[in-house]
């Protein structure tokens, strides 16, 4: 079983930065993979973020935040981080940090391929 603790969040005006991270515990811990951060909006689906792999570091941005968001590690905390700048009011969810304990290959974007999840942060953005 793994768990994931996240922390951070919080609110913060149109332009400002906040950031989010995600640790990792639990004894099947060195079969995670890809780490993963994914939002929900208030009456939405929960669409994918941000992945570092947990080996090589690779690392992908959904477009929508590639430039303003920037995802990190630290393989000796078994934490991952996500720092986010330049926010805007549709940024305004609750983000989630998620773990696939396999390759995700293309299909990193889907929810199913990760396993465990972390209970949520808010993140809200006011204009």
């Known amino acids: 079983q793994v768990q994931l603790a996240e922390s951070g969040g919080g609110l913060t005006q149109a332009g400002g930065s906040l950031n989010l991270s995600c640790s990792v515990s639990?004894?099947?811990?060195?079969?995670?993979?890809?780490m993963g951060w994914f939002r929900q909006a208030p009456g939405k689906e929960r669409v994918f973020v941000a992945l570092i792999r947990w080996g090589d570091g690779y690392i992908h941005y959904h477009g929508s935040v590639k430039g303003r968001f920037t995802i990190s590690r630290d393989t000796a905390k078994s934490t991952t981080y996500l720092q986010m700048s330049s926010l805007i009011p549709e940024d305004t969810a609750i983000y989630y940090c998620a773990v696939a304990q396999g390759p995700s290959g293309s299909f990193f974007w889907r929810p199913a391929e990760y396993a465990y999840w972390g209970q949520g942060l808010q993140v809200t953005v006011s204009s």
């Open positions: 639990g004894h099947t811990f060195a079969l995670v993979h890809d």
